[in-house]
């Protein structure tokens, strides 16, 4: 091990918190095994041998978007082919498909220029409605501060709206890398990093809860990464109002970013072992299975993390992007993967309730 990493293991064991140079340090250290063993202790000390999944489903209720980013494969135009949106009926419809043991419906969609908010009301209405029992935890930051614009709302009452309707928490989307000069190359048109923070902070103000997203693999840096995770956690400080951070891996395919590579194993170890070392302030760290894959999910949990995810049943915006994965695990599939990796798996809630383990 050598020096720099002997520092960061002191602080690791000291329980004190590390410094941007100690991010650098991590992500130019070619040592994968010693920093998955690092944030392997922060993981146990933090959830013991625990692994938690959900029993979930995802509804992607439009594709059509006024912002068309660069790495986005999902998102259509709304006269070009294959562009679609559900009506409420159709989203119930959906919700049923497969729907036994569903604790939680995870909604996200395109900027749809003719949707006014009442749809987005009257779909959270019908939903809890027909299944008071799930949550629903939906729309990124990006799409509630959209409503807010067509609504001509505060982003406040614009959450207190939808979560008067229905909704519970919302998800994590939507943040990509927050430094500008990334942002202005692959999402110009999309709110910015500051603006992103704000609607999650909004939302910790009035009760409800989120996680939180970074977007890595692409043409971000090791610096702009960090200073991401950091961001994160100054507002985790300032609220308490996170729930997992979940790093989601760049998929090129059918993008206008296609020339880059998609990610290593190497790489998405090691940002889902930096995420937990950085984010201290974090409870749980999430490698969601449908980006990294499922065998890599497995091994990650001894790299800091300690959920993947949950049974998901229909995936379509990174599958738009070539995942390869399933669209779907089952519940025994899941307890099967955390099982070989020596965990105890939990069936959690949306909120990290306990449904067993």
Not at 69 to 82: I, L, P, Q
Not at 197 to 204: E, F, G, S, Y
Not at 235 to 260: R, W
Request: hydrophobic share 35%.
């Amino acid at each position: 091990m050598n020096k720099n990493l002997k520092k960061i293991e002191e602080k690791v064991n000291n329980n004190q918190r590390l410094s941007f140079e100690d991010g650098v340090t991590l992500f130019k250290s070619p040592d994968l095994l010693t920093i998955g063993y690092l944030a392997n202790i922060v993981r146990e000390r933090k959830n013991g041998d625990r692994a938690y999944f959900i029993s979930n489903r995802h509804i992607n209720h439009t594709n059509i978007c006024v912002n068309r980013c660069r790495f986005c494969a999902f998102s259509k135009d709304s006269d070009e082919d294959g562009a679609y949106t559900m009506t409420v009926e159709g989203v119930l419809s959906s919700a049923g498909e497969r729907r036994y043991g569903v604790s939680e419906f995870h909604i996200v969609g395109g900027l749809h220029p003719n949707l006014p908010l009442q749809y987005y009301i009257d779909m959270l209405t019908a939903l809890h409605r027909e299944y008071p029992d799930v949550h629903i935890q939906g729309f990124t930051a990006v799409e509630i501060e959209y409503l807010s614009r067509i609504a001509n709302l505060p982003i406040k009452d614009t959450l207190i709206k939808l979560r008067n309707a229905g909704l519970g928490s919302i998800p994590g989307g939507g943040a990509e890398i927050f430094a500008e000069r990334v942002r202005k190359k692959i999402c110009p048109e999309k709110i910015s990093g500051e603006e992103w923070l704000n609607v999650h902070k909004t939302a910790h103000q009035i009760g409800m809860r989120s996680n939180a997203t970074m977007l890595y693999g692409h043409i971000e840096i090791v610096e702009e990464r960090i200073d991401h995770l950091i961001k994160l956690r100054e507002l985790q400080d300032e609220t308490g109002g996170f729930m997992s951070f979940i790093p989601l891996a760049f998929h090129p395919k059918n993008t206008e970013l296609d020339s880059i590579s998609k990610t290593t194993g190497n790489l998405d170890l090691r940002v889902l072992a930096i995420a937990c070392l950085m984010l201290d302030n974090f409870q749980h760290i999430k490698a969601f299975w449908i980006m990294v894959g499922p065998k890599l999910a497995q091994i990650s949990l001894s790299f800091g993390v300690d959920d993947i995810d949950g049974t998901v049943v229909e995936e379509k915006i990174t599958h738009s992007a070539g995942a390869e994965t399933e669209q779907s695990l089952t519940k025994d599939e899941l307890i099967r993967m955390i099982k070989e990796a020596g965990r105890i798996p939990v069936e959690r809630d949306t909120l990290y309730n306990n449904f067993s383990g």
